[in-house]
């Protein structure tokens, strides 16, 4: 019998989120990423682009602006996407950090800043 093997969805982190999709908004993924669902983003100033939130980054992605609600797999190209901004509740441990996120004192301050977003990190 065939194995299947399902990807992260949103299940694995989303807690709550506002009604009528307030918490949602469609954004361009850069060309070159492939992120899952719970992937904590960053604005590429330069661009208004998102990609994986790089903690050493100095190009705007290190500031946290999101999490990612549906698959990004932009490789050639950009590809739309939606993602969580303000007004919603999620599981830390469901979340996925760039490497760079690479104690827990990086991954505590990326959840104070999704917090400030008003996306409450339980």
């Known amino acids: 019998m065939t194995k299947l093997t399902e990807g992260k969805t949103p299940g694995d982190f989303l807690l709550f989120e506002e009604q009528d999709n307030y918490s949602r908004e469609e ?4 060309a070159g990423a ?14 208004a682009k998102y990609v994986a939130s790089n ?7 290190e500031t946290v602006a999101g999490v990612l609600l549906t698959p990004a797999a932009a490789a050639a190209e950009d590809v739309t996407a939606i ?10 441990f469901g979340l996925t950090f760039d490497a760079s996120y690479d104690t827990e004192a990086k991954r505590d301050a990326a959840c104070a800043e999704l917090e400030a977003l008003g996306i409450k990190v339980s």
């Open 83 to 92: 993602i969580l901004n303000r007004h919603a509740r999620v599981r830390r």
């Open 55 to 61: 903690e050493a980054g100095v190009d705007g992605s």
């Open 34 to 47: 492939d992120l899952a669902p719970g992937t904590v983003l960053g604005k590429v100033t330069a661009s």
């Open 27 to 30: 954004v361009t993924i850069a």
